[in-house]
């Protein structure tokens, strides 16, 4: 691929694109200051993760990017700070999701556009997730009926479990899958890790929430250059004009993507934006 000058947006994956994670959480020092020279470009900037808007802003909002934000892997997309949409799951799921993370010792949670609620059930060993990290959006919960009563009277877009295991893994897809045979509002399984197993409402995706993004900004597909590893970047690769998958990226994710990036060790986004936006390397 040659430099593109027809490029109005480049969207970012987060963990595992512009963070090592869960290895290491912390931004690369060029990658800020590359950003930066992108949009002085005319190009806007956007994140799609599987994070919401708050965890994001965060870690993110020191950038001051200036495209597009889809969070939650798509259940809620946010355009300068204007939510433009919400998709949130049942209580039914809701519960349904607890008692799995109990009986399986697992860390679950629970996400809406401000919020994350978590659970770690004793004796999990697996990654901490967003509770590795401090601010007022994280809500621990007890564990007990009247703490996860919170949960229900929240919108909520996305549950993340944490495994420690790939056994408890296959279950929870398993449990998942069979659940969606009977619930009267299935849901969505995808996955940005092995170990970190994502629910949303049916048909919610990183591509259909960029899609409701880009009719607000008046940017056609083509124009829009997107980076990202992971399970659940699969249909914003395949919603775009030039779609990067990261070396470390799964295989569904470099079987959507038109090319190949370096790993996120080599800061491999970085390197695709110098290179193919700014003209450099």
Same mark, same amino acid.
């Given at each position: 691929m040659e430099q593109r000058g027809d490029i109005a947006l480049v969207m970012l994956d987060v963990d595992g #694109?512009?963070?090592?994670? =869960?290895?290491?959480?912390?931004? =690369?020092?060029? #990658?800020? =200051?590359?950003?930066g020279r992108v949009m002085e470009r005319g190009v806007q900037v956007g994140l799609a993760s599987g994070r919401n808007y708050a965890h994001l802003m965060s870690q993110m909002g020191h950038l001051g990017l200036n495209g597009p934000m889809v969070c939650n892997n798509g259940a809620s997309v946010l355009y300068q700070e204007a939510?433009?949409? %919400?998709?949130?799951?049942?209580?039914?799921?809701?519960?349904?999701?607890?008692?799995?993370?109990?009986?399986?010792?697992?860390?679950?949670?629970?996400?809406?556009?401000?919020?994350?609620?978590i659970y770690q059930a004793p004796g999990y060993e697996g990654p901490a997730f967003a509770a590795a990290d401090k601010g007022p959006y994280l809500?621990?919960?007890?564990?007990?009926?009247?703490?996860?009563?919170?949960?229900l009277d929240t919108p909520v877009a996305k549950i993340t479990f944490g495994v420690d295991t790939r056994e408890k893994a296959a279950y929870i897809r398993e449990a998942l899958e069979q659940w969606n045979r009977s619930a009267p509002q299935p849901v969505t399984i995808s996955a940005s890790f092995w170990f970190a197993i994502e629910v949303t409402a049916q048909g919610v995706s990183k591509g259909r929430g960029l899609q409701m993004a880009l009719q607000q900004c008046h940017i056609p597909p083509e124009a829009v250059l997107a980076i990202g590893d992971g399970d659940n970047d699969v249909e914003m690769l395949r919603a775009v004009g030039a779609s990067f998958a990261m070396e470390n990226g799964s295989a569904q994710a470099k079987a959507a993507a038109r090319y190949?990036? =370096? %790993?996120?060790?080599?800061?491999g986004a970085v390197t695709v934006l110098k290179r193919y936006i700014l003209g450099e390397g």
């Open positions: #694109t512009l963070l090592d994670t =869960p290895q290491n959480r912390q931004l =690369p020092a060029q #990658t800020g =200051p590359v950003l939510l433009l949409y %919400s998709s949130t799951l049942d209580g039914d799921t809701l519960r349904f999701a607890f008692q799995l993370s109990k009986e399986l010792k697992c860390l679950v949670e629970y996400s809406s556009v401000h919020d994350i609620f809500i621990l919960l007890s564990g007990d009926a009247a703490s996860f009563a919170r949960v190949l990036a =370096p %790993s996120v060790k080599e800061n």
